[in-house]
């Protein structure tokens, strides 16, 4: 089974927060995961708009992901497209994309 990783556990890993729970950091460990660009995107908007304070750059963050072994999801057409079909439980455009990126390439989002 592969993961992908959501933008506040990728935040919360890198940070070593406890916040991320112990059976989450276990599959982070032993499993396949990965990582969106848009969650990237996410980030870098949060911090223009003050809403994080997190002042790590992106490359940098990506660098420490694909450093843990964890593989970088682009974002594709396909996934853009595959946003058009999902309910409207999540209004949030970044979780949408998540959510179709997962759905696409038939990862589990751990969140």
Known sequence: MRYLLDTHV???????????????????A????????ASLWEIAIKQRLGKLNCRVAMPELAKFCEGEGFERLAIEPEHV???KALPDIHKDPFDRLLIAQAQTENLVIIT
């Open 10 to 28: 990728i935040l919360w890993y890198a940070q070593g927060s406890s916040e991320l729970a112990g059976a989450v950091r276990k599959i982070i």
């Open 81 to 83: 497209e595959r946003t």
């Open 30 to 37: 032993h499993e396949e995961c990965c990582f969106s660009v």
